[in-house]
């Protein structure tokens, strides 16, 4: 797959005169493209998709990258398929409708598969730490917001039905399946809440004074749990929140439903906000989820974010 973009490359030299400079710049990038094709197996440019690039897009925010950054990418990759179209090695341009996020937004930093299982591959003994456990998969499970599950209460919970509604933004109320990993946490948990909780406390997290956890203890026994697991960045609840969106993002590809998930009013394409059901949503939610998957990962289409919104 290389040899079309040296040819790519020097065609910018010679004939369009593009300095030096710019000429590295797009061999940097589409070099980049290059190796993601290799590592997820697709063997020809004429076989990448707009679904593959808008997974693309989501590695490199993943990776860090700002909407500016990723924009250069996106416009290296339409221009060289200009090329491949010329040379008839392409049928059409994949990267054509494809725009990146804007950089005002760029999620902050999130952890990776590998470092959310460190943390949470425990076997507590402990009732506090079990409840904080059941916390912690709950919002990872789930992507809630901080206040979200501090808000929680007994009649919020379905674990049998693996659901769980919550009040977000705006009052606004949606019902969220949740991953198995997580049921079986707060099910442990459920079990030593009992003899903690006040008579009468429907709070689902208490505190040892029996009373509903406070926003701001959750995030001090969630930095401490990082410290305690050995984690190389500080916890804060919105990096579970943002790690959820990511993974989910990576795996299904349906940007859509990801944002129905997290309860967000604004998603800001370029095209009409679609509501999708909750069966919908919890089939990719099955599908997607690292930590609630029940059968093989398949791709979903998604719709994406304009350069100008995210």
């Known amino acids: 797959m290389a040899a079309p973009v040296v040819a790519f490359v020097r065609h910018l030299a010679t004939e ?13 990038d589409l070099d980049r493209l290059v190796d993601w094709l290799i590592e997820v197996d697709i063997p020809a440019w004429s076989e990448l998709t707009i679904h593959d690039i808008r997974r693309y897009v989501a590695r490199l925010s993943r990776d860090g990258l700002s909407g500016r950054s990723i924009a ?40 990776d598969v590998d470092q959310i ?25 789930s992507g809630l917001r901080l206040a979200e599950l501090a808000s929680l209460s007994l009649p919020a919970l379905d674990l049998k ?16 399946p949740v991953g198995g990993k997580a049921v079986a ?52 609840p919105h990096l579970l929140r943002h790690s959820f969106a990511s993974h989910m993002l990576e795996s299904s590809g349906d940007l859509r439903a990801v944002q129905e998930l997290l309860g967000h009013a604004d998603i800001a394409t370029t095209q009409v906000y679609t509501h999708l059901d909750f069966q919908h ?17 398949n791709h979903i289409n998604r719709n994406d974010n304009d ?3 995210s």
Not at 118 to 137: G, H, K, S, V
Not at 213 to 219: H, K
Not at 281 to 297: F, G, K, M, N
């Open 72 to 111: 250069r990418h996106l416009s290296a990759i339409r221009r060289f398929y200009q090329f491949l179209l010329r040379e008839g090695l392409a049928r059409d341009n994949p990267a054509l409708d494809v725009r990146a996020p804007k950089s005002g937004r760029r999620l902050p930093k999130v952890a």
């Open 185 to 236: 946490a707060l099910n442990q948990w459920l079990a030593h809440r009992t003899a903690m909780a006040n008579e009468g406390e429907t709070a689902v997290f208490v505190s040892q004074r029996g009373g509903r956890l406070s926003q701001r203890s959750i995030q001090a026994r969630l930095a401490r749990w990082g410290m305690v697991q050995g984690a190389d960045q500080r916890l804060h």
């Open 16 to 28: 369009k005169r593009h300095s030096p400079r710019t000429c590295d710049h797009y061999q940097r």
């Open 161 to 176: 039905g693996r659901e769980v509604r919550v009040l977000g933004k705006g009052n606004k109320e949606r019902i969220l």
């Open 307 to 309: 350069h100008t919104g």
């Open 281 to 297: 949503l919890a089939r990719v939610y099955d599908q997607s989820h690292p930590r609630a998957r029940r059968r093989s990962t």
């Open 117 to 141: 299982s460190q943390l949470l591959d425990i076997n507590p003994d402990d009732p506090l730490e079990i409840r904080d456990l059941a916390m912690f998969e709950l919002m990872y499970s």
